[in-house]
């Protein structure tokens, strides 16, 4: 079964913006770590952001200032807020799920482009 699945990906211009939405279950949303990596062409995988259950956060130094992780309770569901886009900010997205020595979890991955 499924248990992370992300959406809003797409097509943006530069300084546009796209929310990502990571749909989870209940058990890792409460007990793991959530947070947001992408790959970009010719990159390796990188963190992008993170977000504890007390809600902490923290971001890759490129994308502090414009991107914010968060969660909604009601929803179960962990979203990427990205503003001011960047051409270098395309790529394939993946929700992540972590619980260092437990359980590590991964979305399908989502793409985004960010071209005029």
């Known amino acids: 079964q499924v248990q992370l699945v992300e959406s809003g990906g797409g097509l943006v211009q530069p300084g546009g913006s796209l929310r990502l939405s990571c749909a989870t279950s209940?058990?890792?949303?409460?007990?793991?770590?959530m947070g947001w990596y992408r790959q970009r062409a010719g990159k390796q995988r990188e963190l992008v952001a993170v977000?504890?259950?007390?809600?902490?956060?923290d971001y890759a130094g490129s994308v502090k200032g414009r991107f914010t992780i968060s969660r909604d309770n009601a929803n179960i569901t962990v979203y990427l807020q990205m503003n001011s886009l960047k051409p270098e900010d395309t790529g394939v997205y993946y929700c992540?799920?972590?619980?260092?020595?437990?359980?590590?979890?991964w979305g399908q991955g989502i793409q985004v482009t960010v071209s005029s």
């Open positions: 209940i058990d890792i949303f409460t007990s793991h770590v």
């Open positions: 992540h799920a972590g619980r260092p020595g437990v359980s590590d979890y």
């Open positions: 977000i504890t259950s007390g809600g902490s956060t």
